[in-house]
């Protein structure tokens, strides 16, 4: 045996996580609402085409596959941009459609807003999509409901709950590890929750985002540690094509918005190759597959003839 077979041998094995990116512009963000209407989207710089593309060529230099969260609205406007995450070898998941916090809107509105979404992706891929990840985390013990919608839908799993105390979402006490997390209506559906990490007996919030941002990346990279090595299990990190632009407009909005929004995004695409050198990353519905919570056979559509998924929905319905 040589010295790099001995080497091989002794070094630990990376545990793999999951990458995410949740695909949406810089005026979509919750804490920006102040600011933008909704009807005003259509008539904003549109920016995050640029930005996720920057995103696939760093991840392509470094042979990191993701799932990507694609936000409705958006891969109605940009659909080869969703082909070229599929075509880049990145899981396409769901974000829902117009990133409404989900306990602001009713069952039916966010039950069809979550159709619109997932089927109009999956006419653009030719495959299931099997994720999901609501608006600003807003799964809530006040919107627990969502996920008996996200079950009649088809999702196979979530990654929407966080395990922290905020003003906007998480549900303090949840469990951090994935597994499967019980409706009201007593199904169970995968879930893949949030990260957070341990320091002095409180939980801080590690999984990427403005958390990554504003926070010392050896923070971060301590706390991604601990759940990787001390309790080990994966974590999951995301980010947004917005955040790696420091050049996107400036919109007036209160001081902790600016804060949470603007913050260091002129230092996040370095930090972003950073974590991407120290951990070991892969789509998220691979990792749960690996954790035995997803079947390794979990069917997709086969792309025959060209068909579309509405064309074989359409068929499915009739048959």
Known sequence: MDSKDRFARNTPKKTVNAFSI???DYFQVAALASAVSRESWSTREYRVEGNTHRILSLLDTRGVRGTFFVLGWVAERSPALVR?????????ACHGFSHQLIYRQSRDEFL????????HLEDVIGQPVLGYRAASFSITRDSLWALDVLLDLGFAYDSSIFPIRHDRYGIPGASPSPGRVTAPSQRTLVEFPMSAASFLGIQVPVSGGGYFRIL??????????????REGRP??????????????PRLKVGALSRFRHYTNLD??????????????FAPMRDVLT?????????????SLNGD????RRRVSAAS
């Open 235 to 248: 974590f999951t990190f995301y980010l947004h094509p917005w955040e790696v632009d420091p050049e996107q």
């Open 216 to 229: 010392p990346y050896a923070l971060t990279r301590a706390g991604l540690r601990q759940i990787n090595e």
């Open 290 to 302: 690996a954790q035995g919570l997803l079947a390794a056979n979990t069917p997709a559509f086969p």
């Open 84 to 92: 070229s995450i599929a075509a880049a070898g990145h899981e396409i």
């Open 267 to 280: 230092r996040c695409a370095a930090r972003l190759e950073r974590v991407l050198d120290d951990f070991a």
């Open 308 to 311: 579309s998924v509405a064309t």
């Open 112 to 119: 069809q807003e979550t159709t619109r979404a997932k089927h």
């Open 22 to 24: 949740d695909v949406e």
